[in-house]
């Protein structure tokens, strides 16, 4: 039987994108709540703040304000007990070969996906991360 995710968090700043990518997240049933910050910093601000962390993050890399990679530099910064247990997944548009190699070389990212985020890639991810919940 599975376990639902507590939160999902969603950093994109494009409203039609996380119209999608919460339409597919419910459509998987897969989490108990879904958090959508349009920045980076908000998200930054919503992790400092929240006793309940996040299971997992999906991280565009083009984001107003601060981008994808400065998040991940405050994010390092977090003490650990704000990063406790979050998987991290970069959920980009990006066909950069550049940014995927940057991000294999950053510890807190477990994962570099492309858009668009469907129910087969949430299975995906939920089976690579979570494998004893899914």
């Known amino acids: ?5 507590s939160c999902v968090l969603l950093i ?3 409203e ?3 119209f999608i990518n919460q ?3 419910d459509e998987v049933n897969c989490t108990e709540n879904i958090k959508i910050c349009q920045t980076a910093m908000d998200a930054l601000i919503f992790l400092k703040g929240e006793s309940n962390k996040p299971d997992l993050i999906l991280l565009d890399i083009n984001t107003p304000g601060i981008n994808g990679w400065e998040f991940l530099e405050e994010y390092s910064k977090l003490p650990s007990s704000q990063q ?6 970069m959920l980009t548009t990006s066909l950069n070969p550049a940014d995927r190699e940057r991000a294999e070389l ?3 990212i477990s994962g570099f996906k492309s858009k668009p985020l469907s129910s087969e ?8 991360h979570f494998p004893n919940r899914f």
């Open 1 to 5: 039987m599975k376990r639902k995710l």
């Open 12 to 14: 994109d700043d494009d």
């Open 16 to 18: 039609a994108t996380n």
């Open 23 to 25: 339409m597919a997240l």
């Open 84 to 89: 406790a247990e979050i998987v991290l997944v």
């Open 106 to 108: 950053i510890p807190e």
């Open 121 to 128: 890639l949430i299975n995906e991810i939920l089976h690579e």
